[in-house]
């Protein structure tokens, strides 16, 4: 798993060329690796697997909750989210995996511009797959009824995709395969497969989830970071679940993404431009 910039920092390295793991981390085995990768997915998303393929065949409606219902429900869903945390990390980690090399390390806050602008594409990728979505799919996908106990379950549930979702299909499946040494190729297909299982729901629109995975993944290769992919997926989830009972978070969400498309765009430029800067005046 080299490239021809496999040592240079990111901000050198071209937009196609990705971040390596360590060196010095030693490799593990195909077998090992599908084995743990198929695992702790099963573990997390067989559930969501079936219940997606039984939407698409029987399309079924979610239907009204009580609050008798809705809180154990929602103790399991902070439970999962935690377990989610911990598990791909204890595995990675008896491995030699750093949270930097997973993409969790905290560094990324001290490039307040960088993390921004991966924001921003993150958020782009999402609505242009939602975009693909809604032009594909023969159906909506049949949310639960709009009460109480039901809403607090679709929070917590769109809280959680973030974080499930970024750290167990995408950090831990691309780290773990890439310490198998497996190319680069077979690395984001398996990604991407394992990504659309769970939204087969969408029918034909789970397009739209190849067309936005496939720009995190690109994202989380080149930046080595989860957080910014993490803060986004459960952002947009939260929202788009708030809009289905308040119509007018739609444009709080609408007018959030412009702002940061508007920031992430301003924070290029003067990057660009001290970038240009230093090389003129390294040059005199």
């Not at 949270?99 to 990728?125: C, N, V």
């Not at 159906?139 to 809280?159: A, D, K, V, W, Y």
Request: glycine residues 6%; charged residues 15%.
């Amino acid at each position: 798993m080299t490239d021809e910039g496999a040592m240079l920092p990111v901000a050198e390295r071209k937009w196609y060329q990705p971040v390596p793991l360590r060196h010095d981390l030693a490799p593990i085995s195909a077998k090992r690796a599908y084995g743990e990768v198929l695992f702790v997915y099963g573990c997390f998303f067989l559930a969501s697997i079936s219940s997606a393929v039984i939407s698409l065949v029987t399309r079924y409606r979610t239907g009204s909750l009580t609050w008798a219902q809705s809180i154990p429900s929602s103790i399991n869903q902070i439970a999962v989210a935690a377990l989610a945390v911990t598990v791909p990390l204890l595995f990675s980690l008896r491995r030699g995996v750093r949270l930097s090399d997973f993409g969790l390390s905290r560094d990324i806050f001290q490039r307040p511009a960088q993390a921004t602008r991966i924001a921003a594409w993150a958020a782009l990728a999402i609505v242009l797959g939602a975009v693909v979505i809604t032009a594909l799919s023969a159906r909506r996908f049949p949310f639960p009824t709009h009460t109480g106990p039901n809403l607090l379950i679709e929070l917590l549930h769109s809280m959680q995709a973030g974080p499930l979702e970024e750290i167990v299909v995408l950090g831990f499946v691309v780290t773990t395969l890439q310490q198998a040494r497996r190319p680069l190729w077979e690395v984001v297909a398996i990604a991407l497969v394992l990504r659309d299982a769970f939204h087969v729901y969408y029918g034909w629109g789970a397009l739209g989830i190849f067309v936005w995975a496939s720009i995190f993944i690109w994202l989380y290769l080149r930046f080595r970071t989860l957080i910014p992919l993490i803060i986004v997926h459960s952002t947009w989830d939260v929202f788009g679940v708030l809009a289905q009972y308040y119509h007018a978070i739609g444009i709080v969400l609408f007018l959030g993404i412009l702002t940061l498309l508007s920031v992430a765009s301003a924070t290029w430029i003067v990057v660009r431009s001290a970038n240009k800067n230093t090389v003129y005046v390294s040059r005199r």
